[in-house]
């Protein structure tokens, strides 16, 4: 059964300062990969999405990347500002099953 | 751009009622999904429709049932509720090509007193 594993769960760092958050799955199987961002009391705002064939996205300061092989993926935020203080959510899709697997998450602080 | 709307932001039922919860999609897309998300359980999966009058079970069905009668529209119906189905409530949609991140709506907080 696959799992979803984000590490840590909560961070905190000053602003300004390039952050690395962490996802792990245990079968290597998947069809894409996607990061969300979460503000409080609010839905899931898409990210990234990588697909199995892809090694790594990028959108301005955000960029991600997937290792099948190792079961995992990184999403690598540049230059962080206070804005960016969210919980951030790792989940892969089984092979064109689109059902998708959550990690619980990274709640991220940006200290001004 | 996507909007998937759920009808309440906000909404507080007794235990005993039967409770919908609403979700619409202005996208044409083929799947939609309930989830409640709880601290320290993440996201989980309730229901999921491939499509009109169609319906699979997630992880945790049991106290919940849904209907799509139109491909834009899937609604969540606790038959029953309880207090352990105070929750957060996500609807999603996707296009079913696997090319496209799923969609969220802005979620309902449910409270069953």
């Known amino acids: 059964k696959q799992e979803v594993t984000q590490i840590p769960a909560a961070l905190s760092v000053p602003e300004g300062e390039n952050l690395v958050l962490n996802c792990s799955f245990t079968?290597?199987?998947?069809?894409?990969l996607q990061w969300f961002r979460q503000d409080p009391g609010k839905g899931l705002t898409s990210l990234l999405l990588?697909?199995?064939?892809?090694r790594e996205q990028t959108s301005g300061r955000l960029n991600a990347s997937l290792d099948k092989s190792s079961g995992r993926s990184t999403l690598y935020i540049a230059a962080s500002q206070p804005g960016d203080s969210a919980t951030y959510l790792c989940?892969?899709?089984?092979?064109?099953?689109?059902?998708?697997?959550f990690g619980k998450g990274t709640r991220l602080h940006i200290l001004p | 751009d996507v909007k998937v709307t759920q009808s309440s932001r906000y909404l507080v039922k007794r235990t005993g009622e039967k409770v919908f919860l609403e979700c619409v999609q202005d996208?044409?897309?083929?799947?939609m999904f309930w989830y409640r998300q709880d601290p320290g359980l993440g996201l989980r999966l309730i229901y999921f429709?491939?499509?009109?009058?169609?319906?699979e079970k997630g992880d945790i069905p049991e106290g919940y049932s849904v209907s799509r009668e139109k491909k834009e529209r899937f609604s969540l119906i606790l038959e029953s509720a309880s207090t352990n189905q105070t929750s957060m409530y996500l609807c999603?949609?996707?296009?079913?090509?696997?090319?496209?991140?799923?969609?969220f709506g802005d979620g309902t907080r449910l409270s069953i007193l």
């Open positions: 079968d290597s199987a998947i069809y894409n």
């Open positions: 996208m044409d897309h083929e799947n």
């Open positions: 999603a949609t996707s296009n079913g090509q696997g090319d496209q991140p799923q969609h």
């Open positions: 990588i697909q199995s064939s892809q």
């Open positions: 429709s491939y499509d009109v009058k169609m319906k």
């Open positions: 989940a892969v899709e089984i092979w064109r099953d689109d059902k998708i697997i």
